[in-house]
Structure formats: C-alpha cells, structure tokens
C-alpha cells in the first residue's frame, strides 16, 4: 500500500508536488488548509504567502499575503505529526512554518544584501545560487557533495531556530536554507526541490522527494 502523503498547499498550486509524490511512489492528498484530524502518514508543507507574525508574537514588519486559517490548520498539523512521530517535509514557506511551529522565528523581509539573490526575477522565474552543505545530512548524504545549487523566490527566511532543529545548508550570506531534527522525522527546505529537474547546472529536487517516501515506507514498515 502506498503512503498517503498529505500536501498543504497555496489555493494556486501547479501540482508539482503531487508529481513528485507520485513518483516517488506516495499517494498525494492534496488540499488547501486541510482538516488536521483527516487520516494520513506523512506531510508535506508547501509554499505560499507569509505566516501572520502573531504566531511567533511580533508585530508585522513586512509580512503580507497573509492566510490565518493555513496557518493554524498547518500549526495544528505539525503538532499532530510531531505528537504521532509522522515525517514532515517544509518547503519554502513550509520550512518556515516547521521552525515556527517548533519555537523559533524568521526575518519577516530580509536586507537588501540578503535579498539579492533570493527575490524571483522580475519575469517571474527563479534564481539560482549555490548553496553550503553540512556533511552527514540528509542533503549531504543525498547529494554527496558540499555544495549544490538550488532556485530561490522568496523575501523571508528562518531567523532564530526552533527547538531540536539544526541547519544544513546555508547561503554566502548565512541566510538558512535547510533545516532537520535532531531527534523526529523532519525534514525542511527554503527552496522548491518539486521545480529542480537537475538541468543548467541545478541539483535534482526529485531525490528529496524519493528520500522521504523511502522514510515514509520504513516507519510504516514496508
């Protein structure tokens, strides 16, 4: 039986993530603000809009695009799988919302030296830059290398960590691109792996993707 992998997603989500689900060999339930009680073996966060600054008690310094019900109903979730030991994938915005959800808070709009290679161009497409690894991680292991390229769209980032998380990639400007537990099953990216086909010069985003169905088949004891 396949796992069933639950994705939280932005309302305007390509299906990108649920292709990389299904070929990695999961069952994609793919839902905007999804009830956290519905029947599941692991989640996926997605990308998005900002999370309201509330949640980590800031006031709002360059948030927007703000959606409260997706932020308690992916709160509630990471509190579910955190609580029933289920894998989680953050990307993007979700790689936020797990360091969130864990204690930590972000930069609600990075400076402009940070910014500068982060920000999508202005046609609408990605950036790429190279990123560090540290070795004996999940991406240092899946990509056997110390550094690798990745795309990048976004104006926020992970600031201060949450409990339990560490980082495991960086940018030159220290700015943390992937994050996992110490001691759960999870796992969290800033950039969009569900886009990166390993083509000009970028990492392929699909072994993430297989990694964690292949987690996801090992706690489930296939």
């Known amino acids: 039986m396949k796992p069933r992998v ?5 309302p305007e989500s390509s299906g990108l993530y ?11 339930l793919s839902f905007h603000c999804p009830d956290p009680e519905m029947d599941f073996d692991a989640l996926i966060l997605g990308g998005g809009g900002d999370m309201d600054p509330m949640e ?11 959606d409260i019900p ?36 972000i930069y609600q709009d ?10 999508g161009n202005e046609d609408g497409s990605d950036k790429s830059h190279p990123v560090r690894l540290a070795s004996y991680t999940m991406l240092g292991d899946l990509y056997g290398a110390e550094e690798i390229v990745v795309n990048s769209t976004h104006h926020q980032a992970v600031r201060n960590l949450g409990q339990g998380l560490y980082r495991t990639a ?10 996992q537990h110490a001691s759960l099953p999870i796992w969290t990216v800033q950039f969009h792996p569900e886009r990166m086909t390993g083509e000009n010069g970028e990492a392929d ?15 489930l004891g296939q």
């Open 6 to 10: 639950l994705i939280s997603r932005a």
């Open 70 to 105: 997706r932020d308690k109903a992916e709160l509630a979730l990471v509190s579910r799988c955190i609580y029933e030991n289920k894998p989680i994938l953050g990307i993007c915005r979700g790689h936020q919302v797990v360091n969130i959800a864990l204690g930590g808070n």
């Open 170 to 179: 960086w940018d030159e400007n220290g700015v943390v691109e992937a994050l």
């Open 110 to 119: 990075m400076n402009p030296d940070m910014l500068a290679i982060h920000v």
């Open 56 to 66: 980590f008690r800031e006031p709002n310094r360059g948030s927007y695009d703000i």
């Open 205 to 219: 985003g699909q072994k993430i993707f297989d990694f964690f169905l292949d987690q996801c088949r090992k706690r």
């Open 18 to 28: 649920e292709k990389a689900v299904e070929k990695a060999g999961g069952e994609p």
